[in-house]
């Protein structure tokens, strides 16, 4: 691929420090619109110009692409067209004036209170797996991490004596509080059952598989997937349900955004604001389902 996509790669990683997640969903984008300037354009990525991404727009809506999608792939093209003009690599933007794809802006689910619990209570503390799972989803729920940093952790990244954990996401870090129902998990998984999992000495993971390594994503993933059939709740539950969750209710209880800005590890509050609107929207269902005049 062009020396401008490999720079640009290099640049997210390196330079930016951008998460893996976020550089795997840029790079998809971009390596999506490679293919499609290969097999429809026949030119150089260095040579697009604004019709083409306009072509490509449209191609992608010929193939039935959302909205989303395609004001996400756009977004991944202006990136790294803006960082190819300011290397060098290209005289202007071609995506600088094109048209955003309007689209709706969704809500993030949440959970209420009760279908958290139910959640939670579904790890039967029997075995190890029962405690290592109930102590990733006690961790998950009292700080809202993303789980790429959940899994991401190691053992000393956890303070039981002070009820906090250090994180890391986004190139910045983070402490978060760990309320004690938390703690007394994190302990008995730490002091019992964690020694017995581990595979070696050098392993530093807090969270293990049954294999003694280091969780994966699609590991914890059929982990809450599991656990969410179990509880029998009518919703699509993902790892991030359970930091919408904490964010929402949160704010519910009387947090300040700002505060809640920093436990997330958001740069920007916009991204944080989004969960006012999310109580807003349940105070106004509540409103329109218990008033007796509604």
Known sequence: MADLVFEYEHFLLNIKHASANTVASYMRDIRQFHTYLNSFETIAIEMVDRECICRYTQYLNSV???NATIARSIASLKSLFSY??????VNANPVFEIPQQKTEKKLPQILTGREVEKLLEQPQCTDMKGYRDKAMLEMLYATGMRVSEMIALNVSDVNLAGSYVKCEGNG????????????????HYLNDIRPKMVSGPNEEALFLNMSGDRMTRQGFWKIIKHYQEMAQINKDITPHTLRHSFAAHLLENGADLHSLQEMLGHSDISSTQIYAQVVKQNLKTVYNKFHPRA
Not at 174 to 179: A, D, E, F, G, V
């Open 84 to 89: 190819g003009v300011s290397e060098g690599f």
């Open 64 to 66: 039935g692409k959302s």
């Open 172 to 187: 910045k870090h983070r402490i978060i509080p760990l309320y004690q129902a938390a703690v007394r998990a994190l302990m």
